[in-house]
């Protein structure tokens, strides 16, 4: 079944349950009027279905490759390249200085998620350019900003980011590639990177790498490291891409998935770069891309997962075997259980990454540090969920096909193997919730406690009107209260074995939010019988997940190398 991009659940969101109101209230994204938002939204859902869904399975069966040094991208991905430049949707929320629409960050998530769901493999290059632009945009000098955010902007360059290293893959610190000093303003950079998404594409005149590296003497771990920009080709006076620079693609990885992204081995052989940002503050300038790509890769996986539901969903509908109500298996109740978790998790995990995204601009138009810390702790969280989402309902769209879900030919499959690495990169699910219950909660659990009063009082406010559902999310929000503040007095080093539980409860929490606002909205239509769903059956989980926490990691980390192995 053809993609179509889930516009009008996009607005229900904005408008009864993620609180959009707010943002257009600010004198900053005035502009961003409902009207203005749904012919955004309208139109890039529209290229979606009609230009990237139809490349989805050309990615699949023709990858990426390198020929001569080049990569070669899938049938009709410069096509559909051409298509999301020329539309404007590379970076909509962009510096309008500089060529940018200037939207929020909220509306560029919510075309971001729609992209993934069309075409995940081409959607990643558009991605990375995005934080690469935000990066530049916090980090860069006014002459590499004129320089290079027009073209990145425009869509006529694209962007990368290179941490990883075969040495240094979570342990970023770990990193050795140098830069050395060319005393006219520009570095030489030399090392190798792995694992490089996009290193290099056709149809963009030039690819821009920003490169972690180190100065000679600068100290061990993440203090030593410097970010550079290194594009393809150096810009000459005008502009214009001049000479090659002194960097290659080496080979591109084989992978389990996303073979329409090329996933690069780089080496750079004393490569002209410029330094962004002062020495030794590179992996705070990276971390701007970085977490502008958390949220984004979160995105993905909601994407993904919309995609796989719709291919399920559709699947369900024709299928016929077994006495069915319907006639198809969408009339059995197993088949039922399934989507509607689907539907339901979707929801939940598009909303979180929402919210986060608003947290995010209601940060920038005020200026308050409330919303720059409640967009902060909801990160890890809008990664870490949506991904793990995108991953559970994949496989669960392969499991409703039944045998067809294991043939490739049905497709399900692939959105299984294309999104399984969203849980992996930009920082694996294990390293978001590490951060979660280290830096996240450094506050002593203020942004949670902020958002749990939040959850609390709207559940306190719908208790008239829904009763049960109300109470339900109340409770929950009341023991993860408990437990978040009984997490706050362990010592950091023995929070990390509970981490992951911690942020699947955190979500699980968040979702019995949403779904609730939503049932308030639309309490006896598809959306107040889905959350109904989700309350009553997923919510739950939510507990043994705490009971989990609560056990501490003294038991686990009993359990020695040499117990596995037995
Ligand atoms: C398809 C693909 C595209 C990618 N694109 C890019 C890109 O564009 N740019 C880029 O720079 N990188 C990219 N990466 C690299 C990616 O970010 C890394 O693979 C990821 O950060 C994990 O590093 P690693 O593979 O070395 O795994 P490792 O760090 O070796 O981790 C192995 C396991 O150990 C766990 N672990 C590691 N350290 C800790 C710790 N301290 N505490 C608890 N658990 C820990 C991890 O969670 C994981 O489960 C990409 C990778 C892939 C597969």
Not at 168 to 179: I, P
Not at 245 to 270: A, F, I, Q, W
Request: negative net charge; hydrophobic residues 45%; contains cysteine.
């Amino acid at each position: 079944m053809p993609y179509r991009a889930p516009v009008s659940e996009f607005s229900f969101l904005l408008e009864n349950v993620v609180g959009f109101s707010a943002v257009q209230d600010t004198q900053r994204f005035a502009e961003a009027t409902t009207d203005t938002v749904t012919a955004v939204l309208t139109e890039a859902g529209k290229m979606c279905d009609e230009v990237m869904a139809p490349l989805q399975r050309n990615g699949d069966l023709h990858p990426a490759r390198l020929e001569n040094g080049v990569v070669r991208s899938s049938p009709g991905f410069a096509e559909g390249y051409k298509a999301i430049s020329d539309g404007g949707w590379v970076a909509i929320t962009a510096d309008p200085e500089y060529g940018g629409m200037g939207l929020p960050v909220v509306i560029s998530t919510a075309v971001n998620e729609m992209m993934s769901g069309a075409c995940l493999s081409l959607q990643l290059n558009p991605l990375l350019t995005q934080g690469q632009i935000e990066a530049l945009e916090h980090h860069a000098s006014d002459e590499i900003k004129a320089l290079y955010l027009p073209k990145l902007i425009s869509g006529e360059w694209s962007g990368t980011m290179n941490l990883t290293e075969p040495q240094a893959g979570s342990d970023v610190g770990a990193l050795s590639s140098k830069a050395e000093d060319n005393g006219d303003g520009t570095y030489a950079i030399t090392g190798q990177k792995i694992f490089i998404s996009w290193g290099d594409a056709d149809f963009v005149e030039n690819v821009c790498h920003l490169v972690l590296a180190r100065l000679p003497g600068a100290p061990a771990g993440t203090k030593g490291i410097s970010l550079f920009l290194v594009p393809k080709f150096i810009p000459d006076a005008a502009g214009n891409p001049g000479v090659a620079n002194s960097l290659k693609v080496v080979s591109l990885e084989h992978k389990m998935g996303l073979h329409g992204s090329p996933t690069c081995v780089m080496s750079y052989e004393g490569a002209t770069g410029w330094m962004i940002g002062a020495p030794g503050s590179g992996m705070k300038a990276m971390f701007t891309m970085m977490n502008n790509a958390r949220l984004g890769v979160g995105g993905q996986g909601v994407g993904a997962a919309e995609g796989a539901y719709q291919h399920a969903l559709a699947f369900a509908n024709e299928r016929k075997q077994g006495k069915s109500p319907f006639d198809t298996i969408i009339g059995h109740a197993d088949v039922r259980r399934m989507l509607a978790t689907m539907k339901a998790e979707i929801f939940a995990a598009r909303a979180i990454a929402l919210d986060c995204a608003i947290s995010i601009d209601m940060g920038r138009a005020t200026g308050e540090a409330e919303w720059d810390a409640r967009a902060a702790f909801l990160t890890p969280i809008a990664k870490a969920f949506s991904t793990d989402i995108g991953c559970e309902v994949s496989e669960m769209g392969v499991q409703v096909h039944g045998g067809m879900g294991y043939v490739e030919e049905s497709g399900a499959a692939q959105f299984y193997r294309d999104v399984r690495v969203t849980a992996i990169y930009e920082g694996t699910n294990g390293i978001q919730a590490m951060d979660m219950v280290g830096r996240k909660l450094m506050d002593g659990g203020e942004a949670a406690a902020r958002l749990l009063d939040e959850i609390e009082a709207d559940a306190e406010a719908a208790k008239g009107a829904l009763p049960e559902l109300a109470g339900a999310v109340w409770e929950a929000a009341e023991t993860l209260r408990e437990t978040t503040e009984w997490l706050v007095a362990q010592p950091m080093a023995e929070r990390f074995g509970t981490a992951v539980p911690y942020l699947r409860a955190f979500a699980r929490v968040l979702g019995g939010h949403y779904h609730l606002r939503a049932a308030m909205a639309d309490p006896d239509g598809a959306h107040g019988r889905i959350a109904r769903y989700y309350i009553t059956r997923l919510l739950p989980e939510h507990a043994g997940l705490l009971g989990h926490v609560r056990a501490g990691e003294a038991e686990l980390m009993e359990i020695s190398p040499d117990d596995l192995a037995a």
